[in-house]
């Protein structure tokens, strides 16, 4: 499907610093160490309401982390997924008596146009299961024929066909991405997608590839699987291996996608492809909350780009507002937070309209080294809140400073003043 239109991103001199990112397989920070080519995929929206700050936080980080590596000499191939079907698509259009496709339709198009709104680089591919069902149902039928997936008949009283599962037991890399306990994935299954109370199953946790048609539910027909539609963790295998193949460099998306989407994406693309290295490293988004509680749709917390654009918020305040907390720790919005933003956007705005400023090179260092270190993006931005001050409170006479630093933070910071 159409991506979003690709801002401008300017020339700064010279190269950022190789990136370093915590990885959530090893649990440490580790180096990128991408070849010329940085591959990149980023598990994307289920479009069903629209995109609030936590959706915003994940996609302005794998932003940075694209800026960045392009900054230290990388292209970057960038690929997203829409979850254009499934469930919670399915109920929301069902509590709304709407089509189920108008309502992805209209939800994409409000994503994409948040992700303009703040200066977020596009993917190269944003792409659709609906679009990619395709390749899904080939690597279910792959799995299926190699004996590693099995069969179940939808009870008699939902439909006539046949749901599909892998078998964990046949995939020894199990557990190797999110590195959790059995104890704490059960806890966790169940409210995350899963069905372990399904009937029939060889383990509780196997993971749904083909979801048998069901009365009412949309579905594709397959002549070796039957009517139906795909499991959630079988798209971003599919998709990531036919758009980037395996291994490509970073598997990111929200830290609460660890388990069990990234642990069963992974272990069904092992189970495909006979090599556990699926992404080299895993990035993931800390939880942004709203009055104590992680924001999500189901509590209804929500606070959304368009609500905060339709108030006349600046987006790039937004955007402000997101790279002042680190990716790694949760965080609570408050309006506190979003004033700061606009103060700190005024006054770097103020610094770079003056004539002279403060000699340059030694903050896009320190922007450049920040921004390395884990995407240290608080660091940054008071390596540029430093340069401001010292712009606006003594007498310079470097001509080029204002609009160096202004091509930085666009550049690298997505800033645009
Ligand atoms: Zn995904």
Redesign the pocket.
């Known amino acids: 499907m159409k991506s979003w239109p690709a801002p401008f991103v300017p020339a700064v001199p010279g190269h950022g610093e190789p990136l370093r990112l915590f990885d959530t397989r090893t649990r440490s920070v580790r180096p990128i160490d991408a070849g010329p080519v940085a591959r990149l995929?980023?598990?994307?929206i289920t479009p069903y309401d629209a995109t609030h700050l936590g959706h915003a936080a994940t996609y302005v980080t794998f932003d940075i982390v694209g800026r960045v590596l392009r900054d230290a000499g990388h292209q970057v191939e960038y690929v997203q997924?829409v979850?254009d079907i499934d469930d919670p698509l399915l109920e929301r259009a069902a509590r709304d008596s709407r089509d189920w496709r108008d309502l992805a339709t209209s939800q994409i198009d409000l994503f994409r146009d948040d992700m303009t709104a703040l200066a977020v680089l596009p993917p190269d591919e944003l792409v659709g299961v609906v679009e990619s069902m395709a390749e899904i149902t080939e690597a279910v039928r792959a799995l299926v024929e190699a004996g590693t997936a099995y069969r179940l008949p939808v009870p008699r009283e939902e439909g006539a066909g046949e749901d599909v599962y892998l078998d964990l037991a046949q995939t020894p890399s199990f557990g190797e991405v999110s590195g959790w306990s059995r104890d704490r994935m059960t806890a966790v299954f169940a409210d995350n997608g899963g069905d372990p109370e399904r009937v029939g199953k060889r383990d509780p946790l196997d993971p749904l590839l083909w979801r048998g048609t069901r009365e009412g539910e949309p579905s594709w027909d397959d002549d070796l699987l039957g009517a139906g539609r795909p499991g959630?963790?079988i798209?971003?295998t599919a998709?990531?291996l036919h758009h980037l193949g395996q291994p490509f460099d970073i598997?990111g998306?929200g830290r609460d996608?660890v388990f069990p989407?990234?642990e069963m994406?992974a272990v069904q693309a092992a189970a495909l492809t006979g090599d556990d290295v699926f992404a080299r490293r895993y990035v993931h988004q800390a939880m942004v909350g709203y009055e104590g509680e992680k924001m999500s749709k189901s509590k209804g917390n929500l606070v959304l780009v368009s609500r905060l654009l339709a108030d006349g918020v600046e987006p790039m305040a937004i955007r402000l507002l997101l790279l002042a907390q680190h990716y790694r720790q949760d965080w609570d919005y408050t309006p506190d937070l979003l004033e700061a933003a606009e103060a700190r956007l005024r006054c770097w705005r103020e610094a770079l309209s003056v004539n002279h400023g403060e000699p340059a090179v030694a903050t896009l260092a320190a922007v450049r080294a920040a921004l390395s270190d884990d995407l240290d993006t608080r660091r940054a931005l008071a390596a540029v809140d430093g340069w401001a001050e010292r712009t606006l409170t003594a007498q310079w006479d470097d001509a080029s400073a204002p609009g160096l630093v202004a091509r930085m933070v666009d550049a690298v910071l997505g800033v645009r003043l």
């Open positions: 995929y980023v598990c994307g997924n979850t959630w963790h798209e971003c998709i990531s598997k998306g996608l989407h990234h994406s």
